[in-house]
């Protein structure tokens, strides 16, 4: 049986492989950590071995983990990836230092305007449905740039870059296709001194994405095994 510290060694060794397979350098990809529906416990583990930036879904999990853990003493960062409701938006400014699932002006603006003046600006990722799928959240290709520069406006926000969760797919050539797709939308954003993140690439597919120019990782299964069923 595997421990949650084996799993996120392999999850590194997997990253650093697929670094140097294609002449990147391991450093320059951070691994997030998807905690979503995982015990606070189980964050203590993967915090405890080092790891320092965990991203979660769902509001109402997530924030009495976030409590817990700084309770127990950790100083970890945290990233909302999940769909973003707007009666959410002021929790989420205020205990989140990264958001990746921005995908329109409303929830941008809240995001300001309930960022506390107290925090550094939030670390925004526009969230791209590169796929077209109705099923998911995201941004239109041909509304990218415009929310793109709406963004860029808004003082208390910071925009990073881009996110796309691609079709599910075993095939890796069809892996390769959309997150170059995605990597060639990141590289038309604005040059900025902060546009610097590209979040892609899951348990299933990091070698394509990182081959691809990811500089995020979003790992949740293969580090902590299989999902947990969330209580309705």
């Not at 405890?48 to 960062?77: M, R, S, V």
Request: glycine share 6%.
């Amino acid at each position: 049986m595997t421990t949650l510290a084996q799993r996120l060694q392999s999850v590194q060794k997997r990253i650093t492989d697929a670094a140097n397979t294609c002449k990147r350098k391991p450093e320059t990809i951070q691994l997030l950590a998807v905690s979503k529906t995982q015990p606070a416990e189980a964050v203590k583990q993967a915090a405890d071995c080092g790891q320092q930036c965990f991203g979660e879904n769902y509001l109402q999990d997530a924030l009495p983990k976030i409590q817990t853990l700084t309770e127990w003493g950790y100083q970890l960062e945290w990233h909302y990836i999940g769909p973003i409701q707007s009666n959410k938006t002021r929790a989420i400014a205020e205990n989140f230092q990264w958001v990746h699932s921005v995908d329109r002006l409303k929830i941008a603006e809240r995001l300001n305007e309930q960022r506390p003046d107290s925090l550094p600006p939030l670390k925004i990722c526009i969230q791209v449905n590169i796929g077209n799928e109705s099923q998911k959240s995201g941004v239109a290709e041909t509304e990218l740039y415009t929310l793109a520069a709406q963004i860029n406006k808004l003082a208390r926000l910071e925009l990073h870059g881009l996110m796309a969760i691609p079709p599910a797919s075993a095939n890796v050539e069809q892996q390769h296709a959309a997150f170059a797709r995605l990597r060639r939308l990141f590289e038309q954003l604005p040059a900025s001194n902060s546009v610097d993140t590209l979040s892609m690439g899951m348990s299933g597919d990091l070698e394509a994405a990182i081959a691809e120019g990811s500089t995020m990782v979003r790992i949740g299964t293969a580090i902590f095994g299989p999902r947990k069923q969330r209580k309705k």
